[in-house]
């Protein structure tokens, strides 16, 4: 598949690069049809259409659609782009491949603020002007830019510093959010570990519209920054030889997937593989160009969430499985026939 | 039971809409709303709902907390009787928008709102209680006199696991904490909720029983394995092996089978008490 070789050297009308594209952009669209197609309560393709027409219709039918599988696309797709843009990015910022965006720090600052507000709910609710639904949300956005900004001013000129500071904010994050567990009742443990899990499903159209903002503006930050992530492949010294500011691409990158990670775990709380593996397969189907992996990791990311939550909404209907766990169950086994090929190639 | 069910037939016939489909979120809820005669209209119930045995054939929404929307409107019900512990409440909100009406319960640890509870949910379906509430009245107050005859208050450590790792306390504002007072007997745990227990604590507490739950108690690996737990040998209930352990629901749901489970917990508290049997108990309690 990395091969262009067998390409008619005649008239090449499709590079790869743009064959990837549409196939990402193909399989996105399949899955925000099946998110919206598919699910416990059965619509007819026919009858979506006047739904969507705003046709006067069945009360559940339409619920389904406008307050359920709607407002979940859209943040199937803020979060899952998200995450999948950020962990391209910090991979390439920090030239690993196990990098990913809770390395910064930022979903553990997020998980304390979150289980912080969870076990601390009723004193903290008397204390901040927050109305009672957006409580767990604006702490866990505002503990994720926490956490990165302490690890951001521990960190010196370096980007081995970066990690470092990383690795100590996350520490001290989860020594704070273990204590408050031990502290928790019965059925706040049950919350955090839920919380953990992350879903989809609580955000909606406010969640997944800021969610989707956060998502633009780092994806805004973070796109023209390819040609100079592709240069820090060879070293930071040669990428400051080649003229790229590295300290200046550190804090763009870290500033952006903050504030998109950050908005996306608020939402949707903690949703793994997605960031850490899509990157991955995109490397691996494709180029590791960064002006490739970054806006496919995107797209795939959002196609990876939108069939996920498709399958919690309905495999276990009419009880509903937690996203984060489908995700993990549907990209591994993807991920782990990608490397046996690669590794027989 | 059955007699009084016999009893109650021509009165239920009677009543209420044909057409309700209902989702009942909570083990209590369930139990009531069978008790009230109303299970033909059952559409689906949560993971809780074990009790009768007949409704774990029903389609289930899963746990009570972690509700999906979509899921529950799958069973069309056009009335949901929920316990205050459902959600997470975007769920609710996302039902609620779909024209599903939803009952909300209070929690109860007490018999007066326990009976409120079987009233409202009765009000909801439209039936008459009336004759479930007078037996259940009549039942307790034959216990409260047998109960304060005994003029004991032992000590009652309750212990309930959450998961994995060792059992939970129930301190205060629990439903264990209600059973065990309305039982003539004291709390050996004086916090709030339901807590982690160190060995110390349960030296300190000093219980002279300890009661948990069946799950619990086989999770700890039976009785052995509940008193080699940290703290427990050398306590007074330790010493004289004093461990009762009964069905979660049906001690703690505080639902129609409220005065057989107090009796119940009775009995073994006050081991030399003199309980007088309730009325058809025998038909009841499995």
Known sequence: MTTPAILPASRVVFTPKTLLFAALGALFLLALLLEILLGPVAIAPGRLLHLLLGAPAD???????WQIRLPRALMAVAVGAALGMSGAAQQGLFRNQLADPALIGVSAGAALAAVTGIVLFAPLQAVLPIPPSLLIPVLAFGGGLAATFVALRLAGTDTAGLLLAGIAVNAACGAATGLLITLSDDRQLRDITFWTMGSLAAGGWAGGGIALLACLIAAVMILPTAPALDALLLGEREAGWLGVRVDRLRLR????????????????????????????????????????????????????????????????????????????????????????????? | MRRRTLLLAPLLAAAAP???????????????????????????????????????????????????????????????????????????????????????????????????????????????????????????????????ATKKHPRVLFLLSAGRGAPLAAGAETAADGMIHLAGARNAITTRTYRPISAEAVLLAAPDIIVTADDTLAGTGGIDGLLALPGMAPTPAGRARRVAAFDALYLLGFGPRLAYALRDLASVVHSNARLRPLPAAGASAG
């Not at chain 2, 689906?44 to 045995?53: A, F, N």
């Open chain 1, 59 to 65: 009360a559940t039918e339409s619920a389904v659609l």
């Open chain 2, 18 to 148: 044909a057409a309700e489909r209902i989702l009942t979120l909570g083990g209590a809820v369930t139990e009531t709303v069978f008790a009230l005669g109303c299970a033909d209209r059952l559409v689906g119930t949560d993971l809780t709902s074990r009790y009768p045995p007949v409704a774990a054939t029903l389609p289930k929404t899963g746990y009570l907390r972690a509700l999906g929307a979509e899921g529950v409107l799958s069973l069309r019900p056009s009335l949901i009787l929920a316990s205050a512990d459902a959600g997470p409440p975007a769920a609710l909100r996302q039902i609620a928008a779909a024209g599903v009406r939803i009952v909300t319960l209070e929690e109860t640890h007490g018999p007066g709102p326990a009976l409120d509870r079987i009233a409202a949910i009765a009000a909801a379906l439209h039936r008459d209680a009336t004759p479930l509430l007078n037996q259940l009245r009549a039942d307790l107050a034959q216990l409260r006199a047998d109960i304060a």
């Open chain 1, 253 to 345: 990158v870290v500033v952006a997937t903050a504030l998109a990670v950050g908005a996306a775990v608020a939402a949707a709380g903690i949703i793994g593989f997605v960031g850490l593996v899509v990157p991955h397969l995109l490397r691996l189907l494709g180029s590791p160009r960064h002006g490739l992996v970054l806006p496919g990791s995107a797209l795939l990311g959002a196609a990876l969430l939108l069939l996920a939550d498709t399958l919690a909404r309905g495999i276990a209907s009419p009880a509903e499985l937690p996203v984060g766990l489908v995700t993990s169950a549907l990209g591994a086994p993807f991920f782990i026939v990608l490397l046996w090929r690669g590794r027989l190639a």
